[in-house]
């Protein structure tokens, strides 16, 4: 295992401070020093850039960030034991990493960050999916991040980027290829964590498009997609008539069929129907 500073291994840190993963707090830590700097690395070029960090744990992808010339690094972890550990890190890179204690759903990163702005973070799987929504509904857009290099469960990771006919496609596809550029770029099996998850995991990076992809109001949108995939198993003329009585007609008018099922309807047609409703 490569050695990126000069700080001891995570498993030392992990003993010395005892630091057992807390499946309550959503805890997988990534021990690999090798893999946290590939994360890092996905996230491009971090000299210029402020990065934000939620639940880092004993700081393995932390350590990466910094080593990987991150400008400087704020984490946010809710976790109080892992703080000391946090702040070796810290003593190692004066004035490059800022630690807060807290819950990343109520803390406002904001006060504490100069952009541009990237977020990287091993998401605790508990919270992730939510703070996901959050940085693609901000109140106006683009946003103040760039990109976003998130690790999810890998089920989680492919319904972000999935296409229109796979049954991982839904709501979080659809917001997040709204606005932004999806991919997958690493995936990991259970034993590269401690203690090992049940399933594998996968870092996706979301590039910020300067606007949505398809004119279309963010809360019509969202409430539209939100009532064709709350029943994803039936027609859209039945999922969706509570938006409008006269849904038929509207959907035949702009060209989709309305005994498609959501699953079948692309963004473009989804943006169409959300301008409709106006």
């Not at 035949?252 to 409703?277: M, Q, S, Y």
Request: hydrophobic share 45%; glycine share 8%; aromatic share 6%.
């Amino acid at each position: 295992m490569a050695q990126i500073d000069n700080l001891p291994p995570l498993r030392e840190v992990i003993a010395a401070h005892g630091l057992d993963a807390r499946k309550a707090l959503g805890q997988n830590f990534l021990l690999d020093l090798n893999l946290t700097s590939r994360i890092a690395r996905a996230a491009g070029d971090l000299s210029g850039s402020d990065v934000l960090e939620v639940g880092p744990g004993p700081g393995g992808l932390t350590r990466g960030l910094l080593a990987e010339g991150a400008r400087r690094v704020l984490a946010i972890e809710k976790d109080a034991r892992c703080l000391p550990a946090l702040a070796e890190i810290a003593a190692a890179y004066p004035g490059r990493l800022e630690v807060i204690g807290g819950d990343a759903l109520q803390v406002d990163p904001l006060q504490h960050l100069t952009p541009p702005i990237k977020v990287v973070a091993n998401l605790p799987y508990n919270v992730g999916t939510e703070l996901l929504v959050r940085w693609l509904t901000p109140p106006s857009w683009p946003p103040v991040w760039t990109t976003l290099t998130l690790m999810f469960q890998k089920e989680v990771a492919e319904r972000i980027v999935a296409r229109p006919g796979s049954k991982a496609y839904g709501r979080l596809a659809l917001l997040a290829q709204w606005r932004t550029e999806a991919r997958i770029v690493l995936t990991l099996p259970p034993g590269a964590f401690t203690p090992p998850p049940k399933i594998d995991s996968a870092v996706v990076h979301l590039t910020a498009l300067p606007e949505p992809r398809f004119p279309a109001s963010a809360k019509t949108l969202e409430r539209v997609v939100a009532a064709a995939f709350n029943q994803r198993r039936k027609m859209l003329r039945a999922a969706l008539k509570g938006l409008d009585p006269q849904i038929e007609a509207r959907l035949e008018r702009l060209g989709i069929a309305p005994t498609a099922r959501a699953e079948e309807i692309d963004l473009e047609a989804f943006c169409a129907l959300a301008r409709d409703f106006g």
